[in-house]
């Protein structure tokens, strides 16, 4: 678990973060770019899993432009703890872009569904959080038996800066620090088995993969 301090301190950086990012894109050519950019990272899954209309979709801590952009067919819910933050911040998001997705202004440690998912996705969100145990918890009690869990991630490269960013805020908008390893045994040591680790890009520090697993 991080430091409350810590993550709070993430929470902050991650609105200004926002803020400072989208300020100077325009809104149409931004929601266009990002969607492309979903849809080409959504077609390195398909060896591995399709998606149907029938599929109920999560996208957990999605940001003001998660996957939900993809899912205007699918009963979709998109949950993220800054979700109504982005709304009343960001001209690039507003609810009501999208007519067929539930959202929540949650966070993973607190979200609580009834329904459960075919389809999870949580992109660039789970080293944001405050409890990555209790979030990877719900993660994985949302899933469906047989669903599938897609996570993307930032994997530290060197043993060295990992243990140096977990003593200090070297990487503020992360309160958490971990390696390809751990991030794919916190999914297979919850009844989860992996089908793919795929890598996206490389970095000094960290590269960022996107893991593909399976709910037993």
């Not at 902050?12 to 100077?24: G, I, M, T, V």
């Not at 992996?194 to 520090?205: A, D, N, P, Y």
Request: proline fraction near 3%; hydrophobic fraction near 40%.
């Amino acid at each position: 678990m991080a430091g409350k301090w810590r993550w709070n301190t993430a929470q902050f950086a991650e609105r200004k973060w926002w803020q400072n990012y989208l300020k100077n894109k325009e809104v149409s050519e931004y929601l266009s770019w990002k969607k492309n950019y979903w849809n080409q990272l959504l077609q390195k899954c398909t060896p591995f899993f399709s998606i149907n209309e029938k599929d109920t979709i999560l996208d957990a801590g999605c940001g003001p432009a998660g996957m939900f952009m993809l899912f205007d067919k699918n009963n979709t819910t998109a949950f993220d703890p800054l979700i109504d933050t982005y709304e009343n911040d960001l001209p690039h998001f507003n609810k009501s872009y999208y007519p067929s997705v539930t959202f929540i202004n949650k966070g993973l440690e607190d979200i609580s569904i009834n329904e459960k998912f075919d389809k999870i996705f949580c992109m660039n969100a789970i080293n944001h959080v405050h409890d990555i145990e209790l979030s990877y918890d719900n993660l994985i009690h949302l899933a469906k038996a047989e669903a599938y869990i897609i996570v993307t991630i930032d994997a530290h490269n060197h043993s060295f800066f990992k243990k140096l960013f977990r003593l200090l805020p070297g990487d503020i908008l992360h309160p958490h620090q971990y390696d390809l390893k751990e991030y794919e045994d916190f999914l297979t040591s919850r009844n989860c088995y992996l089908v793919q680790s795929i890598h996206l890009k490389h970095e000094f520090f960290f590269d960022h993969y996107m893991l593909i697993a399976k709910k037993k």
